[in-house]
């Protein structure tokens, strides 16, 4: 097969998404409409995994079929590229005669062999304004889409969405879509503890309403923002459409990470080896060879991409990946791939942990800032919410576990002949004259997100004090 006798593909890989605020994986409220239009003409995985936090080592793994052992991308901060030795899906198609763009996606070691790199402000502050992200994306990537429709060879489009990354400033009428009440109510003590963890109040005060005080609010705020962003997504689709082309593209959904609003006392980010941040949505559409409205409850990894786009494509890289192509899962032939999962975070804390369908086992490679006991131990299936930690009372299940994650990873280390990257991270935090802490408090006193303008600090620290908290 050649030029145009292969199939366009679309990639959106979107920030910060967690699974289970999305209505059409169970969600209450009404967050992702289109979307869940989109998934009923495709297939959506219930139990897709990204085991390696936060966005570096996360996307390393989706857009190379490969595990951290491999990529040896386990630190957000790395301190060198990805390994020549390992392709990006971008090379891959590049290889096979696609023309490969990226919007919003570059500077990472993973974004590397993509044709073109198109970019647009992520970010914001409260002080700026609302923040349009998903608009600012498709001004760029619809002319694009335009043009390379044009093109006489396939595509490969890949769009990196950040509306649910922190800070949540949907535009109107997104803000209150999910929200009636007076956020600033004095009475309301919900953000004193938010604002009161020092390492992130700088960046948490920057993205909110000064004299903020309901913490409803806030996580109505990353609600509204997947409402919006998945209005935005519409636009992609429809243009697709209108192009004749929907029908025979590769079209896939994917969150990077997903992210700790309130539940563990974390405010409104992603780090943690929690559900919230592990669990991710992954949707695909391809009407000549997958099924419409089919939910796939075996588990797969974001390793798991690669292999299944490439198969989708007919495309032999003549790779041995990491991970395996989901096809024979959609089409019943296995039921689920590896349902034990090594974890890792190198972010803000240094951990890593095994996940089972039962147990959630995490330990702590240093203290962290969150002041949080060496060992953690879950049982997913009384406590889904991750609220009850049970170490101390199970030891046995701590050493069994930590054996099979042991072991696992020793293999790791046999197949690749690499070390384990989560243990090799010196200076993994930036802060100069640290390469590990040695007290929590040692992290709670050197480690801080963002750096707004101290005179915005102290006008809504005022406020706060006046409204009488």
């Given amino acids: 097969m050649a030029g145009k006798d292969r199939p366009d593909i679309v990639l959106l890989g979107i920030d910060s998404l967690r699974a289970s605020r999305m209505s059409c994986y169970g969600y209450g409220r009404l967050t992702t409409p289109r979307l869940d239009r989109f998934a009923s003409q495709g297939v959506l995985f219930e139990n897709t995994f990204s085991p390696h936090i936060p966005t570096t080592s996360a996307y390393a793994m989706m857009l190379t079929g490969m595990d951290i052992f491999t990529t040896q991308m386990v630190a957000h901060r790395p301190k060198g590229p990805l390994r020549p030795e390992v392709k990006t899906l971008a090379e891959i198609l590049r290889e096979h005669g696609y023309h490969t763009v990226s919007v919003g996606f570059s500077g990472r070691p993973s974004s590397r062999g993509f044709d073109e790199y198109l970019n647009f402000p992520q970010m914001g502050s409260w002080s700026e304004g609302r923040a349009p992200k998903a ?89 509204g923002a997947l409402a919006y962003m998945d209005a935005a997504i519409q636009s992609i689709l429809t243009a697709l459409e209108e192009h004749g082309i929907l029908d025979r593209t590769i079209v896939a959904v994917n969150g990077d990470h997903g992210e700790e609003l309130d539940e563990h006392g974390f405010w409104y980010d992603h780090h943690g080896l929690y559900d919230n941040n592990l669990r991710v949505p992954l949707m695909l559409r391809y009407p000549p060879k997958l099924p419409a409205g089919e939910r796939v409850g075996g588990y797969n990894q974001h390793k798991d991409l690669v292999p299944t786009l490439l198969e989708l494509a007919c495309i032999d890289a003549g790779i041995d990946f990491d991970g395996c192509s989901l096809l024979p899962m959609i089409e019943g032939k296995v039921p689920s791939h590896a349902s034990e999962i090594y974890i890792t975070e190198c972010a803000w804390m240094r951990k890593h942990g095994w996940r089972t369908p039962q147990w959630k086992l995490i330990r702590a490679l240093e203290p962290d800032f969150h002041f949080m006991p060496p060992v953690e131990l879950y049982n997913l299936v009384e406590d889904p919410g991750e609220q009850h930690n049970l170490a101390a009372e199970l030891p046995g299940v701590v050493d069994a576990l930590t054996a099979r994650m042991d072991a696992w990873a020793s293999r790791r280390e046999a197949e690749t002949g690499l070390p384990n990257p989560i243990h090799h991270q010196p200076g993994w935090h930036d802060i100069e004259g640290i390469d590990y802490f040695t007290s929590s408090q040692q992290a709670y006193d050197n480690l801080r997100i963002g750096r707004p303008s101290r005179e915005a600090l102290r006008r809504t620290r005022a406020l706060t004090n006046d409204n009488g908290h």
Avoid: W
């Fill in 135 to 223: 608009q600012r994306l498709n001004q760029l990537a619809l002319p694009a889409l335009d043009r390379l429709v044009a093109e006489d060879r396939p595509f490969f489009l890949f769009l990196r969405h950040m509306d649910p990354h922190s800070p949540y400033l949907p535009p109107q009428p997104f803000e209150r879509m999910f929200y009636h009440g007076d956020e600033c109510d004095p009475a309301n003590r919900s953000m004193d503890p938010v604002l009161a963890f020092d390492p992130f109040s700088d960046t948490l005060i920057d993205m909110l309403p000064p004299g903020i005080s309901d913490r409803k609010y806030v996580n109505a705020q990353y609600d």
